[in-house]
């Protein structure tokens, strides 16, 4: 029964960490623009603009709701629902930090731990694309369909080289588990001598793969250099062109949610999750549940860190073409992470003995 | 002619190794962004803090009184010709007696229209007044709803004897007198 009610409780505060983190972000994006322009970004509302994301939000609902007349109504509602859905359903599998423990009893800090995390990660991911699918099909103008159909090319191109350098991982860690995953990535030592504990992140040992799996993320979040399918230059707005008001709000929100949750991802398989130099000291003085929190702080400054750099590349790199891109995802980081795969082969069966 | 060396001779060469990784040239690109985070930023927050204008920057019109208070223009129509976008109108009138306070010449304008929205700031209506009359400011014409509340009659134009516009800085360097 407890264990039923601190499950809720972590959806619950999950789901508004991650509204929080995407309505922020938004405040985030154009704060970095700014400064990284040389600007000031907003700083109107609430001391240095802090209440932008609220007054955002406000503008959105008091927005005309339009459904254009010649859409398929149906879908075109479900289709931001679909894409919001998946955005959050996501971080369900994500390790967010050891355990806590209530009356001598463990309750992992984490709302699903299914032994094929990374599998599902993936199989949700995928299903996003349909949000876009749908929602530029069923608006029944011929930006968004291009803006689309560009969105599902890029996202399948992309997944292949994004699943060949997770193989990588799961060879070596031998589970599909994102918990084994992380947890491994805090015993041992680094390259096996190094004496620094929490810090055997997979990162050390697949350079390549991260690289790949970076890029890849990119694409999958449709963020620049990849954000073709919603590219204002050339289709107006891509898939949500014809979207106004809170739908048009609910794509803009999922993709920020996206782009937190792949940072958290990106931070569980390759960058030690929870894990960092000094948890071990850390659980055997303090309190388990302190310790879990702290844990989670530190994956949460993790994937904060990534929402920073992918707006940091965003307003560093301008938008491939859409050739260059596919060329990019077949015939360079397929490919690769193939080889990665092979490098990594290689390398377990001389080093594991 | 070669006026700097700053300019790179373009060409379609084969991109070597390493240009082809382009994840060096995407790093210092990235190193470029991060430089700039922490320069000092160039916006002004604009209705509390105003940009210094140059002397020689031309905004609103205003039309002078002298020391004693009384508007110098004659209505000589010589701005209105000169000026290249017929962006002035007006209407003479002859100074009656008792109202040598209000004119200093014998004649004035008794309506005297700038459209703001034909005007092109071009600065001649100025260089043409052989009365001193009228001068550009660094004043900006603010925005509005109607086109036709542009049209500045002489309620807006003519300085007010409390708030009297100062032109000096303009008159002493860049004006003949
Ligand atoms: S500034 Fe130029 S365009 Fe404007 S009123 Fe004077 S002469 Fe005409
Ligand atoms: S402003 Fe000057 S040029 Fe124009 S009518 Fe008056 S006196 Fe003549």
Redesign the pocket.
């Known amino acids: 029964m407890f264990l039923l009610i601190f499950k809720i409780a972590l959806i619950v505060i999950l789901f508004l960490i991650s509204l929080g983190v995407a309505a922020y972000a938004t405040y985030g994006e154009r704060k970095v623009a700014a400064f990284m322009q040389d600007r000031i970004g907003p700083d109107r509302a609430g001391p240095f603009g802090l209440l932008q994301p609220i007054a955002d939000g406000v503008k959105m609902f008091m927005k005309e709701e339009i459904i254009p007349n010649v859409s398929d109504k149906l879908l075109f509602i479900l289709g931001p629902c679909i894409f919001m859905i998946t955005a959050l359903m996501t971080s369900a599998v994500i390790p967010w930090g050891t355990a806590m423990e209530f009356d001598g009893v463990k309750y992992g800090l984490q709302v699903a731990d299914i032994n094929i995390g990374i599998l599902y990660v993936f199989g949700v991911v995928s299903l996003g694309v349909y949000g876009i699918m749908i929602g530029g099909w069923a608006s029944n103008n011929k930006f968004a369909l291009l803006g689309a159909v560009r969105a599902s090319s890029q996202m399948i191109s992309y997944e292949l080289a994004m699943g060949m350098s997770l193989i990588a991982i799961i060879m070596m860690s031998g589970s599909l588990s994102l918990n084994d995953i992380v947890a491994q990535q805090g015993q041992g030592k680094l390259y096996g001598f190094i004496p620094v504990s929490g810090l055997n992140w997979n990162i050390f040992y697949q350079p390549l793969g991260f690289i790949i799996f970076l890029i890849c993320a990119f694409a999958e979040c449709n963020r620049t250099p990849f954000d073709l399918p919603e590219c204002e230059t050339e289709l107006v707005g891509g898939y949500h062109t014809e979207y106004s008001s809170m739908k048009l709000g609910l794509y803009l929100f999922a993709e920020y949610i996206n782009m937190f949750v792949s940072g958290a991802i990106i931070s569980c398989l390759y960058f030690g999750g929870y894990n960092f130099p000094g948890l071990e000291y850390l659980s055997t003085v303090l309190n388990p549940n302190l310790v879990s929190i702290i844990s989670f702080g530190a994956l949460f400054t993790k994937a904060i860190f990534f929402v920073f750099f992918f707006m940091w590349i965003r307003w560093t790199i301008p938008r491939f073409r859409y050739d260059q891109l596919m060329k990019l995802g077949w015939q360079v980081l397929l490919p690769l992470s193939i080889l990665n795969v092979l490098l990594t082969g290689g390398g377990l069966t001389i080093f594991s003995k | 002619m070669q006026l700097t060396n700053r300019s790179k001779v373009v060409s379609n060469k084969e991109m070597s190794f390493k240009e082809k990784l382009y994840i060096p040239a995407i790093l210092s690109g990235m190193g470029v962004t991060f430089k700039h985070m922490f320069k000092k930023s160039v916006s002004l927050r604009y209705p509390e803090v105003t940009r210094q204008f140059s002397p020689v920057y031309r905004g609103m019109h205003v ?1 002078k009184r002298d020391a004693e208070g009384r508007e ?9 010709v000169a000026c290249p976008a017929e962006a002035i109108t ?1 209407d003479a009138a002859e100074r009656k007696k008792g109202e040598e306070h209000l004119y200093r010449e014998e004649k004035y ?1 008794a309506k005297y229209e700038i459209n703001m929205l034909r005007c092109i700031f071009c600065g001649l ?1 100025e260089e ?4 001193d ?2 001068y550009l400011t660094d004043r900006i014409v603010p925005t509005e709803y109607k086109r036709s509340n542009f049209i500045y009659g002489k309620d807006v134009l003519v300085e007010k004897m409390e708030d009297r516009i100062d032109i000096t800085k303009r008159k002493k360097e860049y004006h003949i007198d």
């Not at chain 2, 110098?72 to 209105?80: F, R, V, W, Y």
């Not at chain 2, 043409?128 to 009365?131: D, H, L, S, T």
């Open positions: 039309l110098n223009c004659t209505a000589c129509g010589l701005c209105a007006m304008a209506c043409a007044c052989p009365k009359a009228i």
